[in-house]
């Protein structure tokens, strides 16, 4: 059976503590737009008070939830127990992102370990938290975290990172703006050159196009 809290208790930290894992949910306001659901993990997840949590958003290929935040701040955070007693966790509440080179960024970002490709955190203020059974959920043992998106920052580089980000994370795909996006600037797109046709082939396409 379902209970709601204003809060969080100490209790309800200690299991969010013991998951692997935890689901972020957003959505635009348009009723056209795609509802974002994220898993994440890489032990990115910080309760920062009883009313407010933190995670540490890596570089990936959408920027989904942060372009939400941006425009209507809604979030919701879900755990599930995928061994032990059977446990759901929801947080209701609003979020906003904390970029890189600001006052809350330098407050907050000591607490996460450092890892590469790091381009915001999503702190969000919880204005309820509801626990419910989780009978349905499957039981499963955790064997590790994935190496593959650290190393893939790693070997990109800050420059190779920010350059992803400058094509990938400016919006979401609903054409959302993010932060993020706000604050990169413009990426730069390489001239190309012009084809210059023989006058053979110019005066050819003129006859094919009915121009001559």
Known sequence: MAKFY???TDELKQ?????QMFFVATAPLSADGRVNV???GLDSFRVLSPNQVAYLDLTGSGN????HLLE?????????AFAGDACILRLYGHGTTVLPDTPEWEALFPTFNPLP??????LMDVEQVQTSCGFGVPLYEPVGYREKLVKWAAQKGQSGVREY???????????????????????EVEPQPTEVLPVSTA?????????V
């Open 38 to 40: 994220s898993p994440k």
């Open 15 to 19: 299991f969010i503590s013991e998951q």
């Open 64 to 67: 989904e939830t942060s372009a």
């Open 117 to 122: 490709g790091a381009r915001q955190i999503i």
């Open 203 to 211: 005066a050819d396409a003129e006859v094919r196009s009915g121009t």
């Open 165 to 187: 980000q400058q094509k990938k994370n400016r919006v979401s795909i609903d054409g959302l703006p993010t932060p993020l996006g706000e604050a990169l600037p413009p990426l």
């Open 6 to 8: 204003k809060s969080l």
């Open 72 to 80: 209507n701040g809604r979030i919701t955070i879900m755990f599930c």
